[in-house]
């Protein structure tokens, strides 16, 4: 299961009243890897001038691997969390997560390089062939 639903929420969702700020927190308290991974990543970015921050760092498990693959593979959670951040995100095999800072000089051109096909083969190593 990707996201632990406390009774409150889900009585939420049946009535159609979630909000951005209330997913979030679901987000951010069931998938506590993913999270630190994607608030480092945006972190970074911010804190740099260029208007990009990546993740190469691989998770240390499976379970993390898996968190993060369930947040970014949802476009429900993805879409939140870019909300939530004002950020592009970006993603490339199990791990390889990047922030764009939409509008920033460069961020259009450096993203469409991030997810070209040429970016993800030259992404592949030998011990990422099972993620």
């Known amino acids: 299961m990707s996201l632990t639903v406390d009774d409150r929420l889900l009585e939420l969702a049946r009535r159609d009243q979630v909000d951005d700020a209330a997913f979030v927190a679901c987000i951010r308290e069931s998938l506590p890897y993913a999270w630190s991974v994607v608030s480092d990543v945006v972190q970074r970015m911010r804190a740099g001038d260029a208007g990009f921050a990546d993740n190469q760092t691989p998770p240390p498990d499976e379970r993390s691997r898996g968190e993060l693959l ?29 922030a764009f800072a939409p509008g920033a000089a460069g961020t259009a051109e450096r993203h469409a390089v991030f997810v070209s096909p040429r970016a993800q083969l030259l992404n592949q190593s030998p011990d990422l062939i099972d993620c």
């Open 70 to 98: 369930r947040v970014l593979a949802s476009d429900a959670m993805r879409g939140a969390l870019e909300r939530h951040f004002g950020v592009v995100l970006a993603f490339q095999n199990c791990h390889r997560l990047a």
